[in-house]
T-cell receptor, first 112, second 110 residues
Framework: DAGITQSPRHKVTETGTPVTLRCHQTENHRYMYWYRQDPGHGLRLIHYSYGVKDTDKGEVSDGYSVSRSKTEDFLLTLESATSSQTSVYFC???????????FGPGTRLLVL | KQEVTQIPAALSVPEGENLVLNCSFTDSAIYNLQWFRQDPGKGLTSLLLIQSSQREQTSGRLNASLDKSSGRSTLYIAASQPGDSATYLCAGSSGYALNFGKGTSLLVTP
C-alpha cells in the first residue's frame, strides 16, 4: 500500500471555526489531491498540487485553502467551517501525470 | 468537464456468478480511466488503470476494458465471491484530476 496517512481521522467542530486537515506521504510523489465524498455526489476535487508551493483549484474549492511547503505534506484548511462542509475528506497521491492515484484512509468531519 | 455515469447503482448476485459493471463518460479525449473498490467506511483501493491508448487491463479475476469511441468502460469480475462485496467506482481523467462516477454497490451472496 502507498504510504499515505491523514490526520485527524475524525473531527467534530463548530460552525465558524477554522479547521486544518493534514495529508502526509512517504512516497515522494509529485502530485497530491484533496477530494470530498458526499452521498449523492460521489467524490469531487477540492484542490490539488503539482509540486511544492504549486497548487490549483478544483471543482468545489470555495471555502477551502491549501498549502504545500514540503513534498510530503499537503494541508487543507477550512477557513470558517460551515455545516455544508460536513463530509468525508480524502487525500490522494500520484507519482506522475496519468499514473495511478492512491488514496488515504479519509477524514470524517462533522460541523455542528 | 468529464461526466461519468455508472449503471447499475446497486447489484446483488449469487456467489460464483460472472458479472459486468458499466461506466460511461462524456469526453472522448479521456487521458485514462481508473477503477477503484471502496469498502464501507474505508478509503479507495485502486484496482485497474487503463490508459487511453489501451483497450483493456487484467488483474487476477478482474478485467477492465475501455472504448473511447463509445465513451464506455466495463469491469468484468469472474467467479464472484462474497469478499468482492463493496462499492466499485470508475473515474476518468482528462488532465490532472479524476472525475468519479457515483459507484455501483455490489453484494455477492453465499
Amino acid at each position: 500500500d502507498a504510504g499515505i496517512t491523514q490526520s485527524p481521522r475524525h473531527k467534530v467542530t463548530e460552525t465558524g471555526t477554522p479547521v486544518t486537515l493534514r495529508c502526509h506521504q512517504t512516497e515522494n510523489h509529485r502530485y497530491m489531491y484533496w477530494y470530498r465524498q458526499d452521498p449523492g455526489h460521489g467524490l469531487r476535487l477540492i484542490h490539488y498540487s503539482y509540486g511544492v508551493k504549486d497548487t490549483d483549484k478544483g471543482e468545489v474549492s470555495d471555502g477551502y485553502s491549501v498549502s504545500r511547503s514540503k513534498t510530503e505534506d499537503f494541508l487543507l484548511t477550512l477557513e470558517s467551517a460551515t455545516s455544508s462542509q460536513t463530509s468525508v475528506y480524502f487525500c490522494a497521491i500520484q507519482p506522475g501525470q496519468g499514473e495511478t492515484q492512491y488514496f488515504g484512509p479519509g477524514t470524517r468531519l462533522l460541523v455542528l | 468537464k468529464q461526466e461519468v455515469t455508472q449503471i447499475p447503482a446497486a447489484l446483488s448476485v449469487p456467489e460464483g456468478e460472472n458479472l459486468v459493471l458499466n461506466c460511461s463518460f462524456t469526453d472522448s479525449a479521456i487521458y485514462n480511466l481508473q477503477w477503484f473498490r471502496q469498502d464501507p467506511g474505508k478509503g479507495l483501493t485502486s484496482l485497474l488503470l487503463i490508459q487511453s491508448s489501451q483497450r483493456e487491463q487484467t488483474s487476477g479475476r478482474l478485467n477492465a476494458s475501455l472504448d473511447k469511441s463509445s465513451g464506455r468502460s466495463t469491469l468484468y469480475i469472474a467467479a464472484s465471491q462474497p469478499g468482492d462485496s463493496a462499492t466499485y467506482l470508475c473515474a476518468g481523467s482528462s488532465g490532472y484530476a479524476l472525475n468519479f462516477g457515483k459507484g455501483t454497490s455490489l453484494l455477492v451472496t453465499p
